[in-house]
């Protein structure tokens, strides 16, 4: 069964800093999600990764995944306020009875501060 | 359209009420899903059903029960709760089963008194 591992867990930034969020994964994965969460609310999909060496731009976020190492990041670069929330990697069983189920990781509550 | 919507927004049920909360998509989706998450935790997957049928059943108890009228509608009844089924209740929709991007509604914050 396919286990999903984040870190850090807790990151507070400094405007305009850049910052690394690192999502490890257990066993083959078909494809790897990154959500975003504010509090309260839903789950908004930020990208989707599907082969090796995928990356993907969207502002100052760029996610990118490695299948050799089971590893995918999130940088985020220049960092401002409105990016304050908490951020899930997920990964999809490749087969067995939890075929396509969506494994999350624990999440990454980001803050950032003036 | 990547819509879905989930009624009530808020639900307050005692321990012996019987309640449902309602998922809706026109997307055309075939897959949708009903996910439990508590305060600062990833969602948990409780059901999903694929081309209406239901596919997977994550062990959940029988106080709670789906169901899915058609391939636009997810229902999830509820009776006899406990307290520590407070929680967020999200339902999802995708393209199909096996690992489309899947599409989250807003959720109903569940509490049981």
């Known amino acids: 069964e396919l286990k999903v591992e984040q870190n850090p867990l807790f990151l507070s930034m400094q405007e305009g800093k850049n910052y690394t969020i690192y999502c490890n994964y257990s066993?083959?994965?078909?494809?790897l999600y990154w959500y975003r969460q504010d509090p309260g609310k839903s789950l908004e999909s930020l990208f989707v990764l599907l082969s090796n060496g995928a990356v993907k731009q969207e502002g100052r976020l760029m996610a990118s995944l490695d299948t050799k190492a089971r590893l995918s990041t999130l940088h985020i670069t220049a960092a401002v306020h409105d990016l304050s929330a908490t951020y899930f990697c997920a990964g999809t069983n490749a087969g067995g009875t939890s075929y396509g189920k969506l494994t999350f990781g624990q999440g990454t509550i980001l803050t950032v501060h003036p | 359209d990547t819509e879905v919507t989930q009624t009530p927004k808020h639900l307050v049920m005692g321990m012996t009420n019987k309640k449902s909360l309602k998922c809706e998509q026109h997307m055309g989706h075939r897959a949708m899903y009903w996910y439990k998450q508590k305060a600062k935790k990833p969602p948990e997957l409780m059901f999903v059903?694929?081309?209406?049928?239901?596919?997977i059943n994550e062990s959940v108890p029988s106080r709670f029960s789906p169901e899915c009228p058609n391939s636009s509608l997810l229902n999830l009844h509820l009776h006899a709760l406990q307290p520590e089924d407070s929680a967020l209740y999200l339902c999802a929709s995708s393209q199909d089963r096996f690992g489309d991007t899947q599409y989250f509604g807003p959720g109903t914050r569940l509490t049981v008194l």
């Open positions: 059903y694929s081309y209406e049928k239901l596919s």
């Open positions: 066993t083959t994965s078909d494809r």
